[in-house]
């Protein structure tokens, strides 16, 4: 694997497919959005190896409830003779750039590509404020479609609305269980799989047809990862921001002393370049409430200790993928998540924290991910209406925030809990139907009422 090194990094040059960087870390971020149970996990588990996260109560029910990770290496065969798909092949993050390619009698050597990072959507309607967290990091998406099934089910259309409001036109689809039906069912599925993409954002996408459980077809899906989905345009030379998605205490056993006392974040980066070393402030960071009642909070300070990507270790982090970053902060401030939703970045440039947005905004004409789908008067979408709640997720904070005032394209919503954010800032909207969060809109920001940060913690 490249060796980091701080002292030559000029950000001007950096790209995602700077060897340096794409030998460690991840670069590109890839969904796998779509209906509960249809693959996605294990189109994830085939191409990086990894399972995604299914524990405890995940895997009794085996169902993603969490948002999932994994790595995937890209790798393409330089032999000219060596043909496609087959010149193409996945592997775990922390795989050597180079070897030899594994077609019988293939001369060649497999090279590095692309380095991905697999953000896996539970596919459940419950979970859905979860899909919208991680749909706000993604490049691209595979839309992963079980080919025994009517298309499209639920969730199919609800996630697809959901990356068409984050302006994700970068999409392939992935037919998949293809081993469980015969050629007529799967070219029947895949008529109806192109009349329900015709107006939308996907309407342009490749479908591929696969079987991730018996690894067929999967160097096609790497074929059309490396040739169809644009590399993102990164800002390297920004001050750094990250959007945490995960935090905990985890204690490494064997690692250095001061790696035992700080808390982790789990993040990716927006913007900018992580460095170790380097001092950190975490918005809005300790969040309580003052003798009036009133929401405050205290912005974190500290610096980063170590970082990485899966088990690379990393010198600097840059946008792509999810890095871990070691931190000297409380363990008890980190545990069990508290500090998703919050933005980490250079202390002093971070943005500011609001408890009130008005954001200009737009709702879906009716509801999506309801089975009766098919009849309108029922699905229609009301209204915002004066104190009603609603979830709002920005970034990945998913919170709930009360109707103050409506007037026109404009909302005024008072957040139950506070957010570091930008104006212009994205945000979904989604309310409480027949007993499940259901997505019914988005805006963005416009403006907002601050929240002075008290002392620094
Ligand atoms: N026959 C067949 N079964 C598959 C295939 N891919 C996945 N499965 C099975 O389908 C079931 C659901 O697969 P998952 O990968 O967990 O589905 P998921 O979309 O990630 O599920 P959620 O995240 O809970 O929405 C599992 O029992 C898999 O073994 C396939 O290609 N063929």
């Not at 081993?179 to 192109?194: P, R």
């Not at 003798?291 to 600097?316: D, H, M, V």
């Not at 309108?376 to 709640?389: A, H, M, P, Y």
């Not at 994205?426 to 416009?446: M, N, T, Y």
């Amino acid at each position: 694997m490249a060796k980091q090194s701080i002292a030559n990094l000029n950000l001007n040059l950096l790209t995602p497919l700077t060897p340096e960087i794409m030998s460690r870390q991840a670069t590109i971020n890839i969904g796998t959005i779509g209906h509960v149970a249809h693959g996605k996990s294990t189109v994830v588990k085939c191409l990086s190896g990894i399972d995604t996260g299914k524990f405890g109560r995940e895997k009794q029910q085996n169902r993603t409830i969490h948002l999932g990770y994994a790595n995937a290496k890209i790798f393409e065969c330089d032999n000219a003779e060596c043909p496609r798909p087959q010149r193409y092949r996945a592997t775990g993050s922390n795989a050597s750039d180079q070897f030899p390619c594994d077609r019988p009698g293939c001369v060649g050597q497999f090279h590095l590509l692309r380095h991905i990072s697999f953000v896996d959507c539970p596919g459940h309607e419950t979970f859905m404020a979860a899909m919208l967290n991680g749909a706000a990091i993604m490049d691209a998406a595979l839309m992963v479609i079980a080919a025994n099934e009517f298309c499209p089910q639920p969730q199919t259309y609800e996630h697809l609305a959901a990356v068409n409001i984050m302006n994700l036109k970068s999409i392939l689809i992935l037919q998949n269980k293809i081993d469980l039906v015969g050629q007529v069912k799967a070219e029947e599925q895949c008529e109806q799989i192109k009349s329900f993409i015709k107006d939308t954002n996907a309407k342009y996408a490749p479908i591929i047809p696969i079987s991730a459980q018996l690894n067929c077809n999967m160097d096609s899906v790497c074929d059309f990862i490396v040739r169809k989905i644009p590399i993102p345009i990164r800002d390297f030379t920004s001050k750094p921001k990250m959007t945490i998605i995960r935090s905990f205490d985890v204690n490494k056993p064997g690692t250095d002393a001061d790696d035992l006392k700080g808390g982790i974040a789990g993040g990716s980066i927006i913007q900018g370049v992580l460095k170790v070393n380097q001092t950190i402030e975490i918005r809005p960071g300790l969040i309580f409430k003052d003798n009036t009642g009133q929401l405050q909070c205290s912005p974190i300070k500290s610096k980063i200790i170590s970082l990485y990507a899966e088990k690379n270790t990393l010198e600097f982090a840059v946008p792509g993928g999810l890095i871990g970053v070691g931190t000297k902060i409380d363990p008890t401030l980190t545990r069990a998540d508290r500090l998703v939703g919050q933005v980490l970045g250079e202390a002093g440039s971070l943005s500011r924290i609001y408890i009130e947005i008005t954001a200009k905004y737009s709702l879906l004409k009716r509801v999506v991910g309801v089975q009766s789908d098919s009849s309108n008067r029922s699905t229609k979408i009301n209204k915002l209406s004066e104190n009603e709640v609603l979830l709002i997720n920005i970034g990945s904070l998913s919170t709930g925030g009360r109707v103050l005032r409506v007037k026109s394209d404009l909302v005024k919503i008072q957040l139950t809990k506070p957010v570091c954010a930008d104006i212009n800032e994205k945000l979904a909207l989604s309310r409480r139907i027949d007993g499940h969060s259901r997505l019914i809109g988005w805006g963005e920001i416009q403006t907002g009422k601050e929240i002075e940060p008290q002392m620094d913690m």
